[in-house]
């Protein structure tokens, strides 16, 4: 069956650190990625897309990798900071299908 | 400023009540779509649309119906809501599948 799986543990973090999320993928083979953050309650905002013949994505202190072959996406955060707290979703289209789907979400704690 | 729209933000209805969540964008996006939310489920797509008069099932259909007369609506009914559809709908639109989806605020519907 398809699946993407975020790691369901949330990832507690110290202020400035480095923040890395995963998202694996079964029995999917996306053309693109995409990353959204979540806060409680409220509407996902979009983050960052890469394409399969991308391997890495910047904006700012966000870094997106991605393998195909692994099946995975690797999140980054740099430098990170309490605004930077939230549940970071990752999202694929499934080649020639014009359906999305998204992980489960990853939630960050940045820690003062 | 661009936006998606969404109206109740909260509702509170009882078994088999029909009711219809809308949901506007002022994008001039052709793609829409309906996701529900649910705590350990993640987001699943209910219904989405490529253009008007072109809507097709997502992940979760049962239970829902769904319609396309205009580029800019995309309104959510429930014919018969059962207490399952309790849930925090979310409504997106982007300019096609591969890119950013733009979330609306949200719906929070309780059935009792």
């Known amino acids: 069956s398809q699946k993407i799986e975020q790691n369901s543990e949330a990832l507690n973090i110290q202020e400035g650190k480095t923040a890395t999320l995963t998202c694996n993928y079964t029995?999917?083979?996306?053309?693109?990625l995409q990353w959204y953050r979540q806060d409680p309650g409220r509407g996902p905002v979009f983050l960052l897309l890469?394409?399969?013949?991308?391997k890495e994505k910047r904006k700012e202190r966000l870094k997106v990798t991605f393998d195909t072959t692994l099946k995975q996406s690797l999140f980054h955060i740099t430098a990170s900071q309490p605004a930077d707290s939230a549940t970071y979703l990752c999202a694929l289209q499934v080649h020639g299908n014009n359906r999305l789907a998204f992980g489960k979400g990853n939630q960050v704690v940045v820690i003062p | 400023e661009a936006q998606v729209t969404q109206n109740p933000r909260y509702l509170i209805t009882v078994t088999g009540k029909k009711l219809t969540v809308t949901c506007s964008q002022n994008m001039n996006h052709e793609y829409m779509s309906w996701y529900r939310q649910d705590p350990g489920l993640g987001l699943r797509q209910i219904y989405y649309?490529?253009?008007?008069?072109?809507?097709d099932k997502g992940d979760v259909p049962e239970g829902y119906k769904v319609s396309r007369k205009e580029k800019r609506n995309f309104p959510l009914i429930l014919e018969s809501p059962s207490p399952n559809q309790t849930s925090l709908y979310f409504c997106?639109?982007?300019?096609?599948?591969?890119?950013?989806?733009?979330f609306g605020p949200g719906t929070r519907l309780t059935v009792t």
């Open positions: 890469i394409r399969e013949n991308e």
């Open positions: 997106a639109s982007s300019l096609s599948v591969i890119y950013e989806q733009y």
């Open positions: 649309s490529m253009n008007v008069e072109v809507t």
């Open positions: 029995n999917y083979s996306p053309a693109y």
